[in-house]
């Protein structure tokens, strides 16, 4: 029988410690693991046998925390990575090449702007950027050398709803998988490989821990996408030397990417996340669908209520009626629109400042996803290094600010907002 989600997020993965009967996962702190023999060293080293080797590669804790991911996503395997930046990187390794690229959303994590459109060409990769509600130019912008799509399910920083299910479509008649950031929402509000996703991605540090304890990533592979039929994939479908001569796809299936990203990925990338923050992670897990309900809950009340406070100009929440995304948060995420949202305030950029200078409950602070609310000015941190028309375009320009709406009650959180508000138009 399958489980439901609330079962799964405490149970997936895990079993009491066969050695000690304790009943909670076990922070495996150990570097190596002892071989059986030399046979068995070997055929763990030839990949014939699957166990621990070492912990750059895996760990029985992380382990634990990549299957109730992939349980949660419905996926058929994930790999842990120390951020969310690494998986991002992981998840593209074994997909490009030198000269390759990239069709990604514009409405993307400032983090993620930054690493696509500078970082990733050091490698030899480029990534164009397009507007993801213009379906026809998504479909435009892929040409010959485009190895993934990306986009974010629900959008950091606006709360901006990605049409899944038409950017899917697009993906699949190009043959190219789609890469889905689904850290802002979290499997319980949407699953993406649901919707078409070939990989989920996700910063793990946000809602999946959910108190800001942990920097952490993972890469949910659905298992569904073939690898060989067009050849465009070869370190996945292709001979591998390291491992003499295997052919990934081949041998394992629909684990061929979760497999390449351990046994290759984080072997030779070395992003590798540590058996503390992944206990953490899993803590954090055993309560997501109650936190979730609280943040969608409280989101809808606050925003509610700052949409019509006079110096508000507008307010980006996919949960109000107003929101041009409405629609899509009954199809796409129908256990509600996340947390997290944009303001834009009548002051401006000296407004801006003053507001997030004058809250007290809210701390201005660079993360999202706490069950403390926070908040933060993207155009003067987090999208800084944008220039003013990437932010425009990510929703992030000098008059907004992202707010991420914790657990807390929702009437002590108007309260601090509103004398926050009163004082920067003073
Ligand atoms: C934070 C974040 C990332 C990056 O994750 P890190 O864990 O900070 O590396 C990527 N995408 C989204 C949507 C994020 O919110």
Known sequence: ??????????????????????????????????????????????????????????????????????????????????????????????????????????????????????????????????????????????????????????????????????????????????????????????????????????????????????TGGVIVDSGTFDWSASGKFPSLSEPEPAYHGLKFHETFGPLAFTFHGIAVGLRDLGMTLNPQAAHYTLMGIETLSLRMERHVENAKIVSQWLEKYEHVAAVTYAGLPSSPYHDRVARICPKGAGGLFTITLKGGYEACVKFVDSLELFSHVANLGDTRSLVIHSASTTHRQLSPEQQEAAGAGPDVVRISIGIENADDLIADLEQALEKAHS
Request: with cysteine.
């Open 1 to 214: 029988m399958a489980y439901g989600f609330d079962t799964l997020q405490i149970h997936a993965g895990a079993r009491p410690d066969p050695a000690t009967g304790a009943r909670q996962t076990p922070i495996y702190q150990t570097t190596a693991y002892v071989f059986r023999d030399a046979d068995h060293a070997a055929a763990l080293f030839n990949l014939q046998e699957v166990g621990y080797i070492y912990s750059r590669l895996t760990n029985p804790t992380v382990a634990v925390l990549q299957e109730r991911v992939a349980a949660l996503e419905g996926g058929a395997g994930a790999v842990c990575c120390s951020s969310g930046h690494a998986a991002q990187i992981m998840a593209l390794f074994p997909l490009m090449g030198p000269g390759k690229n990239i069709v990604v959303s514009t409405r993307l994590y400032g983090g993620s702007v930054t690493q696509f459109s500078q970082t990733i060409r050091r490698f030899g990769w480029s990534a164009t950027f397009v507007d993801f509600d213009d379906i026809d130019a998504v479909a435009a912008a892929i040409d010959d050398d485009t190895r993934a799509i990306f986009c974010e399910s629900i959008a950091n920083p606006g709360g901006y709803i990605t049409d899944l299910d038409a950017v899917a479509e697009v993906s699949n008649n190009a043959g190219l998988p789609l890469i889905v950031d689904n850290t802002s929402a979290t499997p319980y509000l949407c699953r993406p490989i649901e919707h078409g996703a070939t990989l989920v991605v996700h910063s793990a540090t946000k809602y999946l821990t959910g108190n800001g304890t942990v």
